[in-house]
T-cell receptor, first 114, second 113 residues
Framework: GQQVMQIPQYQHVQEGEDFTTYCNSSTTLSNIQWYKQRPGGHPVFLIQLVKSGEVKKQKRLTFQFGEAKKNSSLHITATQTTDVGTYFCAVIHITTSGTYKYIFGTGTRLKVLA | GAGVSQSPSNKVTEKGKDVELRCDPISGHTALYWYRQSLGQGLEFLIYFQGNSAPDKSGLPSDRFSAERTGGSVSTLTIQRTQQEDSAVYLC???????????FGPGTRLTVL
């Protein structure tokens, strides 16, 4: 079945350093979503990418969808302590019965050291 | 407007007891999802409701788990004969359609003693 791998699993950075997490799929994706979960909180939607090679920016966050639509990355420039949390990618899986469900990546837990 | 709400926020139960977890989605959202998240882990898909279609139950870990959605709105996740490995945070999310943004509730933290 479809698998979604995220790397790295954990990342500790000094405040001000950059951070990147990668999401890789074994199959071609129709789209990909990114979510952020603060410690003790619930996942919050960040962005959705649909087009091959698409790049979207939100302030210090840059999201990219691979040309083959099998991978995606989230890059944070000059991390701040407010960036702490776990970042998940989510992809849509179409089941054999034609229904949809989301498969979430394993997540990358980011810790920012002040 | 109001977001997704879940109740209770915390539930402590004894092994073998049944529990019911409730989710109130955002009004007008046709899709509703249940996920389970163990401590420090990712999100495990449990079940998905979309409109009047039959739910996708492919993620339910055993027949002790069931869920229903009444009137296309409120959903209840029931776990029968709870086991210690059922301890986790149960998250509910709703969205306008199949492939739209999911809005998550605050979750129910279930502890089975």
């Amino acid at each position: 079945g479809q698998q979604v791998m995220q790397i790295p699993q954990y990342q500790h950075v000094q405040e001000g350093e950059d951070f990147t997490t990668y999401c890789n799929s074994s199959t071609t994706l129709s789209n990909i979503q990114w979510y952020k979960q603060r410690p003790g909180g619930h996942p919050v939607f960040l962005i959705q990418l649909v087009k091959s090679g698409e790049v979207k920016k939100q302030k210090r966050l840059t999201f990219q969808f691979g040309e083959a639509k099998k991978n995606s990355s989230l890059h944070i420039t000059a991390t701040q302590t407010t960036d702490v949390g776990t970042y998940f990618c989510a992809v849509i899986h179409i089941t054999t019965s034609g229904t949809y469900k989301y498969i979430f990546g394993t997540g990358t837990r980011l810790k920012v050291l002040a | 407007g109001a977001g997704v709400s879940q109740s209770p926020s915390n539930k402590v139960t004894e092994k073998g007891k049944d529990v019911e977890l409730r989710c109130d989605p955002i009004s007008g959202h046709t899709a509703l999802y249940w996920y389970r998240q163990s401590l420090g882990q990712g999100l495990e898909f449990l079940i998905y409701f979309q409109g009047n279609s039959a739910p996708d139950k492919s993620g339910l870990p055993s027949d002790r788990f069931s869920a229903e959605r009444t009137g296309g709105s409120v959903s209840t996740l029931t776990i029968q004969r709870t086991q210690q490995e059922d301890s986790a945070v149960y998250l509910c999310a709703s969205s306008l359609g199949d492939v739209n943004t999911q809005y998550f509730g605050p979750g129910t933290r279930l502890t089975v003693l």
